[in-house]
């Protein structure tokens, strides 16, 4: 097969040299944070792994491959060092070749190169270290990489030649332990970029299980400063109000057609139903030029159909009056369509590989090489331009999950010193982006907890304990958006489960932790998805059950206001008789506790559950009271409460201490409960 030569840059900027030899010092600092075990844990970044773990055996006629080891290159593993690449076994896939390249070497600098002689279609290998490892403590395992001479095998518009570093978990017996490892994945380009990631590891860990996998290659890949190294989480600083919030997604497209046809002004008038649903964050599917989607030609430029920037910026403002926040969709960041007009004025910006032919993307879009300094700048300034002039409060960055954080670290940098409480929101949910520049995640493992819910309603309590275990994997006070509908899923909760259904689900992740989002149309039990370009209007009104719907929605955005443990506290599995149902508590200091019990069965059941848990220093029982129906249930013994649940029943208990309880009576209307109980009555009566 013929290799053309490429370009190959010879420098390595001066900051990414500081930042290796920061890395590579790694402080030696235990964390004493209590971890418990793992059950599930996975993300984006995961799946692409496990795309190349999947295709490991080598194909029919393939070769086993040729290791040429290079001895001088050596792993930093704990700040010591530890035999090189001959000690990392190899899991078939292609002909890989290890060899020594002197023109990357520099001062300091042990490198390698893995050069793949591709004769199958089979283009992915993998190579493994198993290394003793502490358990309870926080690692951060990253290695530099750059390619030469590099393309993909597949349609270049299908799979960019990938790397993804990973670390699975081992016991003392080395045994893998029941979780998912932890990873990350970058697409490979010219120019040095770090790969890094931080985790935790539960506390049945001996080992670990460092992984790196080469997919869809052909060419040379050189890595560098490999290194694990004990690390403890530092989460960049977030705004309070973002703990607070209930987002709301909006797809633009949908508003404009009633009315004056322009997007904003549709999403303005509904502004006054939106506040009154309890929601305080607006976040905007893209709004640019070309097609109201994320195929986009001029980032400076609105979509016409959507409506003109002082449109847009009514339509900030008057979300700021009602006390709203407004972020944006950063989207194009992966790539952007042939007409835009960056593939002409800048076609030096974009990825290409051996043949010269340019990479394209998703949807076929042309792949920017945002580890270029020019690129980011362009980004930055594309950044600062909604912040400065429409004042907007943030981004929800696209496709963060795929592209390098020192993007995004430019762009927080930037839109801080214009407004210093702007946030970003990664697509994406490893651990490290709380490190480095992102305010919140998506956590996409819960979306497939979720699903499996739909079909298995045994999973409820085992959904309760994956959730109490996440908290440990993040650094504390690490914010995740949770959902249950979204723009990149074809199904709605109403179209799986009803009404009944869709009150269990939303009281589900109205008092987990986490930030809660609502994708325009669910509060009135939309059946058709909104995504892609398959976009069919939203019925607001037809559905006779829609305003049950914003009520139990309403309900549950009030009762979340009403009480910070909802939004602040901690969160603690609760034991049930019987596993259909989801049992939990949150508590707030000590100070106020909420119990959350809801039945994922389509029949009556009654469970037993053990509070006590929940109810630490109540000796003499205590009072619950539903914040749903003003129900109340004298508890005499904790560990021993039995509960009748209706199908899809949820119930939210407002804890009170039975010995206290004479100083709340008579007070519950001075306190709102009963008042806000009047008003959201939806949930037996009305059933």
């Given at each position: 097969m013929?290799?053309?030569?490429?370009?190959?840059?010879?420098s390595v900027?001066?900051?990414?040299?500081?930042?290796?030899?920061?890395?590579?010092?790694?402080?030696?600092?235990?964390?004493?944070?209590?971890?418990?075990?793992?059950?599930?844990?996975?993300?984006?970044?995961c799946l692409?792994?496990?795309?190349?773990?999947?295709?490991?055996?080598?194909?029919?006629?393939?070769?086993?491959?040729?290791?040429?080891?290079?001895?001088?290159?050596?792993?930093?593993?704990?700040?010591?060092?530890?035999?090189?690449?001959?000690?990392?076994?190899?899991?078939?896939?292609a002909?890989?070749?290890?060899?020594?390249?002197?023109?990357?070497?520099?001062?300091?600098?042990?490198?390698?190169?893995?050069?793949?002689?591709?004769?199958?279609?089979?283009?992915?290998a993998?190579?493994?270290?198993?290394?003793?490892?502490?358990?309870?403590?926080?690692?951060?395992?990253?290695?530099?990489?750059?390619?030469?001479?590099?393309?993909?095998?597949?349609?270049?518009?299908?799979?960019?030649?990938?790397?993804?570093?990973?670390?699975?978990?081992?016991?003392?017996?080395?045994?893998?332990?029941?979780?998912?490892?932890?990873?990350?994945?970058?697409?490979?380009?010219?120019?040095?970029?770090?790969?890094?990631?931080s985790?935790?590891?539960?506390?049945?860990?001996?080992?670990?299980?460092?992984?790196?996998?080469?997919?869809?290659?052909?060419?040379?890949?050189?890595?560098?400063?490999?290194?694990?190294?004990?690390?403890?989480?530092?989460?960049?600083?977030?705004?309070?109000?973002?703990?607070?919030?209930?987002?709301?997604?909006?797809?633009?497209w949908?508003?404009?057609?009633?009315?004056?046809?322009?997007?904003?002004?549709?999403?303005?008038?509904?502004?006054?139903?939106?506040?009154?649903?309890g929601?305080?964050?607006?976040?905007?599917?893209?709004v640019?030029?070309?097609?109201?989607?994320?195929?986009?030609?001029d980032?400076?430029a609105?979509?016409?159909?959507?409506?003109?920037?002082?449109?847009?910026?009514?339509?900030?403002?008057?979300?700021?009056?009602?006390g709203?926040?407004?972020?944006l969709?950063l989207a194009?960041?992966?790539?952007?369509?042939?007409a835009?007009?960056?593939v002409?004025?800048?076609?030096?910006?974009?990825?290409?590989?051996?043949?010269?032919?340019?990479y394209?993307?998703?949807?076929?879009?042309?792949g920017l090489?945002?580890?270029?300094?020019?690129v980011?700048?362009?980004?930055?300034?594309?950044?600062?331009?909604?912040?400065?002039?429409?004042?907007?409060?943030?981004?929800?960055?696209?496709?963060?999950?795929?592209?390098?954080?020192?993007l995004?670290?430019?762009?927080?940098?930037?839109?801080?010193?214009i407004?210093?409480?702007?946030?970003?929101?990664a697509e994406?949910?490893?651990?490290i982006?709380?490190?480095?520049?992102?305010?919140?995640?998506?956590?996409?493992?819960?979306l497939?907890?979720?699903?499996?819910?739909?079909?298995?309603?045994?999973?409820?309590?085992?959904?309760?304990?994956?959730?109490?275990a996440?908290?440990?994997?993040y650094?504390?006070?690490?914010?995740?958006?949770?959902?249950?509908?979204g723009?990149?899923?074809?199904?709605?909760?109403?179209?799986?489960?009803g009404?009944?259904?869709?009150?269990?689900?939303?009281?589900l992740l109205?008092?987990?932790?986490?930030?809660?989002?609502?994708?325009n149309?669910?509060?009135?039990?939309?059946?058709?998805?909104q995504?892609?370009?398959?976009?069919?209007?939203?019925?607001?009104?037809?559905?006779?059950?829609a305003?049950?719907?914003?009520?139990?929605?309403?309900?549950?955005t009030?009762?979340?206001?009403?009480?910070?443990v909802?939004?602040r506290?901690?969160?603690?599995?609760?034991?049930?008789?019987?596993?259909?149902?989801?049992?939990?508590?949150?508590?707030?200091?000590?100070e106020?506790?909420?119990?959350t019990?809801?039945?994922?069965?389509?029949?009556?059941?009654?469970?037993?559950?053990?509070l006590?848990?929940?109810?630490?220093g109540v000796?003499?029982?205590?009072?619950?009271?539903?914040?749903?129906?003003?129900?109340?249930?004298?508890?005499?013994?904790?560990?021993?409460?039995?509960?009748?649940?209706?199908?899809?029943?949820?119930?939210?208990?407002l804890?009170?201490?039975?010995?206290e309880?004479?100083?709340y009576?008579g007070?519950?209307?001075?306190?709102?409960?009963?008042v806000?109980?009047?008003?959201?009555?939806?949930?037996?009566?009305?059933?």
């Amino acid at each position: 097969m013929i290799m053309r030569e490429v370009e190959v840059s010879a420098s390595v900027r001066a900051g990414d040299d500081r930042d290796r030899r920061i890395q590579r010092e790694g402080r030696q600092v235990r964390t004493v944070r209590k971890v418990r075990r793992v059950k599930t844990r996975k993300n984006l970044s995961c799946l692409l792994f496990a795309a190349l773990a999947g295709c490991l055996s080598p194909a029919a006629g393939a070769d086993k491959g040729n290791l040429v080891i290079n001895p001088d290159f050596e792993s930093s593993i704990l700040g010591q060092d530890a035999p090189g690449w001959n000690t990392w076994q190899k899991l078939g896939g292609a002909e890989f070749h290890i060899v020594v390249d002197p023109r990357i070497a520099h001062a300091g600098s042990r490198c390698a190169a893995i050069e793949q002689a591709v004769s199958n279609q089979r283009n992915h290998a993998v190579w493994f270290q198993e290394l003793p490892a502490e358990a309870l403590t926080t690692y951060r395992f990253s290695f530099w990489i750059k390619t030469d001479n590099v393309r993909p095998l597949t349609p270049y518009n299908e799979t960019w030649p990938l790397c993804c570093g990973s670390v699975g978990f081992l016991d003392s017996e080395r045994k893998e332990l029941p979780d998912y490892p932890q990873s990350a994945s970058v697409f490979m380009t010219h120019d040095w970029q770090r790969l890094e990631i931080s985790f935790t590891t539960p506390d049945e860990t001996a080992f670990v299980k460092i992984n790196l996998a080469l997919g869809n290659a052909v060419g040379k890949v050189y890595f560098d400063s490999v290194s694990l190294v004990v690390s403890p989480f530092q989460k960049i600083t977030s705004p309070r109000w973002l703990m607070d919030s209930v987002v709301y997604e909006i797809g633009p497209w949908e508003y404009s057609r009633s009315g004056s046809g322009r997007a904003f002004d549709g999403i303005a008038a509904r502004l006054p139903e939106l506040e009154s649903l309890g929601v305080n964050l607006l976040y905007l599917l893209p709004v640019w030029e070309d097609s109201g989607w994320y195929d986009i030609t001029d980032h400076f430029a609105l979509f016409r159909k959507y409506g003109t920037e002082s449109e847009l910026g009514a339509l900030v403002d008057d979300a700021h009056r009602r006390g709203m926040k407004v972020i944006l969709d950063l989207a194009g960041t992966l790539g952007v369509p042939a007409a835009s007009k960056l593939v002409k004025e800048h076609p030096e910006w974009f990825i290409r590989g051996g043949d010269n032919r340019i990479y394209r993307s998703w949807m076929d879009l042309y792949g920017l090489d945002v580890n270029r300094p020019d690129v980011q700048q362009y980004f930055v300034e594309v950044a600062n331009h909604y912040i400065e002039r429409l004042n907007i409060d943030g981004y929800r960055c696209d496709s963060a999950m795929a592209l390098p954080c020192a993007l995004f670290q430019e762009i927080r940098h930037a839109i801080q010193q214009i407004r210093p409480e702007a946030i970003l929101i990664a697509e994406g949910s490893a651990p490290i982006d709380h490190e480095t520049a992102f305010d919140a995640t998506y956590d996409f493992p819960f979306l497939d907890r979720i699903s499996s819910l739909f079909s298995n309603p045994h999973d409820a309590g085992k959904t309760v304990r994956w959730l109490e275990a996440q908290r440990d994997f993040y650094p504390p006070g690490a914010l995740q958006l949770r959902y249950l509908e979204g723009h990149d899923l074809n199904y709605t909760v109403a179209s799986k489960c009803g009404l009944k259904g869709s009150r269990a689900f939303a009281a589900l992740l109205f008092t987990i932790d986490g930030i809660p989002m609502i994708y325009n149309g669910q509060e009135v039990g939309n059946r058709e998805p909104q995504i892609g370009w398959w976009k069919p209007a939203i019925d607001w009104d037809g559905n006779p059950n829609a305003a049950l719907y914003r009520e139990a929605y309403g309900a549950l955005t009030h009762i979340r206001a009403r009480y910070p443990v909802l939004r602040r506290g901690s969160l603690t599995a609760l034991t049930s008789s019987d596993d259909r149902v989801a049992a939990f508590s949150r508590t707030l200091s000590g100070e106020q506790t909420i119990l959350t019990i809801i039945s994922f069965s389509d029949a009556t059941l009654e469970t037993r559950l053990d509070l006590s848990a929940a109810t630490l220093g109540v000796s003499k029982g205590c009072i619950l009271e539903d914040l749903l129906d003003e129900s109340r249930f004298t508890v005499a013994d904790p560990r021993t409460f039995s509960l009748t649940l209706e199908p899809y029943q949820p119930r939210i208990f407002l804890l009170l201490p039975r010995t206290e309880i004479g100083r709340y009576e008579g007070r519950l209307d001075r306190r709102g409960s009963r008042v806000l109980c009047e008003r959201l009555k939806v949930w037996g009566k009305r059933r």
